[in-house]
T-cell receptor, first 112, second 113 residues
Framework: GEDVEQSLFLSVREGDSSVINCTYTDSSSTYLYWYKQEPGAGLQLLTY?????DMKQDQRLTVLLNKKDKHLSLRIADTQTGDSAIYFC????????????FGQGTTLQVKP | EAQVTQNPRYLITVTGKKLTVTCSQNMNHEYMSWYRQDPGLGLRQIYYSMNVEVTDKGDVPEGYKVSRKEKRNFPLILESPSPNQTSLYFC????????????FGPGTRLTVT
């Protein structure tokens, strides 16, 4: 079945790089996404990657996709305290439901 | 500003008292969806709508109703709320073409006592 897994917690020092990992099971997923959720707020779309791409870079964010291993990662360069949040990866299921399957979320703690 | 709005943001109610959570988007998106977020369970889809007058069940539709009479609005209706519907609810919308970026509302925290 469909499943997306993430580690629950990551702690880094300000200025370091953060790497958040995600694995998914549905090899027919077409798009994969990264969302950020700050306390008391909704989910903010950070970036996405199409399944035929290996990498996508957007300013401080780098997404790597290993389709063979069904592994997705989000690298945040020069992590700032404002990056502290919960990060969700999500895959879009094929078909017309438009349903996103979310991971449990990774809490990123950035220490000054 | 492009956005998805939800109202109310917080609601405490009692078992059995009908309620409606409104959702509105100003991006002319065809697709809209409702999710609930629960600790340890992540986000699960309740209902979705591909366009006006077209709605369908998601993974956890029991106890909920929706309607899509206008493109911009997608209200979530709880006819007889129960305590197991206490949750954080999110509305989302997107275009119906790739990359199908879903934009989320700020969330509605519902408590049913």
């Amino acid at each position: 079945g469909e499943d997306v897994e993430q580690s629950l917690f990551l702690s880094v020092r300000e200025g370091d790089s953060s790497v958040i990992n995600c694995t998914y099971t549905d090899s027919s997923s077409t798009y994969l996404y990264w969302y950020k959720q700050e306390p008391g707020a909704g989910l903010q779309l950070l970036t996405y990657i199409f399944s035929n791409m290996d990498m996508k870079q957007d300013q401080r964010l780098t997404v790597l996709l290993n389709k063979k291993d069904k592994h997705l990662s989000l690298r945040i360069a020069d992590t700032q305290t404002g990056d502290s949040a919960i990060y969700f990866c999500a895959e879009r299921t094929p078909g017309n439901t438009g349903k996103l399957i979310f991971g449990q979320g990774t809490t990123l703690q950035v220490k000054p | 500003e492009a956005q998805v709005t939800q109202n109310p943001r917080y609601l405490i109610t009692v078992t059995g008292k009908k309620l409606t959570v409104t959702c509105s988007q100003n991006m002319n998106h065809e697709y809209m969806s409702w999710y609930r977020q629960d600790p340890g369970l992540g986000l699960r889809q309740i209902y979705y709508s591909m366009n006006v007058e077209v709605t369908d069940k998601g993974d956890v539709p029991e106890g909920y109703k929706v309607s899509r009479k206008e493109k911009r609005n997608f209200p979530l209706i709880l006819e007889s709320p129960s305590p197991n519907q206490t949750s954080l609810y999110f509305c989302a919308s997107s275009l119906s073409t790739g990359p199908y970026e879903q934009y989320f509302g700020p969330g509605t925290r519902l408590t049913v006592t």
